[in-house]
């Protein structure tokens, strides 16, 4: 059974940038898409931004377009996200999660997803 870790969460201030590491044990991750999904206080989980299963397709929220790029090494068996120009906003605990089948697009529902990391947080200061 696939396990997912994230790392590389932190206290940045506004502006700056943090990369996250999503590394998969238990099965390899090259047959499936990965999403980044985020939960902030009080808020409901919202979809970051999803990668297919050999990088091809990626898609993001429209709130980290242009500031945020998720890759994968599927040889790491590892997905990240660079994080730039990061704003308070952006507070949250981020997790990865695989999609539940194999093969599939990513989607920007997390339904859809399944095993989830743990999470990491990450602390953006004004």
């Known amino acids: 059974q696939m396990q997912l870790v994230e790392s590389g969460g932190g206290l940045v201030q506004a502006g700056g940038s943090l990369r996250l590491s999503c590394a998969a044990s238990?099965?390899?991750?090259?047959?499936?898409?990965m999403g980044w999904f985020r939960q902030a206080p009080g808020k409901e989980r919202e979809f970051v931004s999803g990668?297919?299963?050999?990088?091809?397709?990626?898609i993001y929220a429209d709130s980290v377009k242009g500031r945020f790029t998720i890759s994968r090494d599927n040889a790491k068996n590892t997905v990240y996200l660079q994080m730039s120009n990061l704003n308070p906003e952006d507070t949250a605990i981020y997790c990865c999660?695989?999609?539940?089948?194999?093969?599939?697009?990513?989607?920007?529902?997390?339904?859809?997803?399944?095993?989830w990391g743990q999470g990491t947080q990450v602390t953006v200061s004004s």
């Open positions: 238990g099965r390899t991750l090259g047959s499936y898409s």
């Open positions: 999660a695989a999609r539940r089948v194999s093969l599939h697009q990513p989607t920007t529902t997390p339904s859809d997803y399944g095993p």
């Open positions: 990668i297919s299963w050999l990088g091809g397709v990626t």
